[in-house]
C-alpha cells in the first residue's frame, strides 16, 4: 500500500534526522546522509521538504508531539508544571534538545529558517497558553490584568537560556520559576 | 610610542570585528577580513587571539562595557530597569545585537567558545547581579528567601528569547517583566 510505504519513509527520515542532529550537528548533516540512513532515496527527501532545515524542524516539531500541550486540571501552576517538566525531559533525554539548538544557531544566520520554526512552534504555544491563561483568569488563579503574553516569554525563555548556555536543566528548577513568576520576589 | 599604536591596533582590530559581524554574519568573516579591515596583519591578530570567535567574544565583551553594571540608587526595580533599557538599547542599535546572536550561534557546535563566553560574560554578570540581590535582600526591597539566581535568569532568559527568535524589544517590554517578577501574577 503506497500510503503507508510513504508514512514508512516519511518517519524514517524524521527519525533519522533527529538522531544524527544530535550526534553530528546541524553543519555536518546533509541531505544525502540522512536519506542513506532512513534507507530511501534523496529525491524522496527533496520532494517533500525544500531544504535540510525544513526536514529537521518538522523532525523537532514532530517530536514535540503532545508534550507541548498544556493539561486542564484547574490547577494552571500543576499543569504549567507538569508541561515544563515534559519539555525539559524531552530537551535532556531525547534528539530534540540538540536538534533545536542547532535550528536556532542556524536560525540566526537563516530568517527564513527562524520565521519557520516561529510559525511551527512559538505560534501554536502562544495560542495554547493564551487558551489556558484565559481560564485561569477566569477563576481567579492569575490576576485579570496579568500579562500572559510576558509571562509565556519568561517561562520558555529561561528554559532556552538555560539549554543554549549548556547550563543544567534539572526538574526541580521549575519549582524556582513558578516561585518567581506567580508570587514575585517582593 | 609601541604601547599607544599596540592599543590603537588593538581597538582597530575590535571595532572591526564587532562592525563586519553585524553586516556579515559569523561564518562570511575571517581573521584576514578583519585584519585588513582594521589596516593590520593578520599576525597582528594571531598573536593577541587565537582564533576568530575569541576576537568576536572579546569585541561583543568590551562593547557590553559599563552598560552591563547594575547601579545602586537603592531603588532594585529602577537599577534593573535601567540595566536592561542600557542593554536593549546595546543590542538594538549597535554591532553587539548580531555579534552575540553569532557568538551564541557558534557556541551551540562549539563548547569551548560557549564556555568563554560564559565565562566572561555570564559569570561577572551572575556575581554583579547577586551583589546587588543581596543588598536588596538587606533593605527589605526583595524577600530574603527570593531566589535571586533565578530571578537572573529569568531577566536575561527572557532579552535572549525575544533576540534570538529576532521578536521585538521594546524598551517598555521591560516594566512587564519586573512587574511579573516583582509582583507574581497570582
Tied chains: 1, 2.
Excluded at 510513504?6 to 555536518?28: C, K, P, T, V
Aim: aromatic share 8%.
Amino acid at each position: 500500500m503506497p500510503a503507508n510505504r510513504s508514512e514508512q519513509s516519511r518517519r524514517a527520515i524524521l527519525d533519522a534526522a533527529i538522531s544524527m542532529i544530535g550526534e553530528l550537528g546541524y553543519d555536518n548533516i546533509s541531505i544525502e546522509a540522512i536519506a542513506r540512513q532512513a534507507g530511501v532515496s534523496k529525491q524522496t527527501i527533496y520532494r517533500w521538504w525544500p531544504s535540510k532545515g525544513a526536514v529537521i524542524l518538522e523532525a523537532a516539531t514532530e517530536s514535540l508531539g503532545t508534550v507541548v500541550a498544556i493539561p486542564d486540571t484547574g490547577d494552571i501552576v500543576a499543569d504549567i508544571r507538569s508541561q515544563l517538566t515534559g519539555i525539559l525531559e524531552l530537551i535532556t533525554t531525547t534528539g530534540f534538545g540538540p536538534a533545536y539548538r542547532c535550528l536556532i544557531a542556524a536560525g540566526q544566520s537563516d530568517p527564513d529558517l527562524l520565521r519557520a520554526l516561529f510559525d511551527q512552534i512559538i505560534e501554536p504555544n502562544i495560542e495554547d497558553f493564551g487558551a489556558r491563561a484565559a481560564l485561569a483568569q477566569q477563576r481567579g488563579e492569575m490576576r485579570v490584568d496579568a500579562d500572559w503574553q510576558t509571562l509565556r516569554d519568561l517561562l520558555y525563555g529561561v528554559v532556552e537560556y538555560r539549554l543554549f548556555h549548556s547550563m543544567s536543566l534539572e526538574p526541580e528548577y521549575i519549582d524556582g520559576i513558578l516561585e518567581i513568576v506567580f508570587h514575585g520576589v517582593r
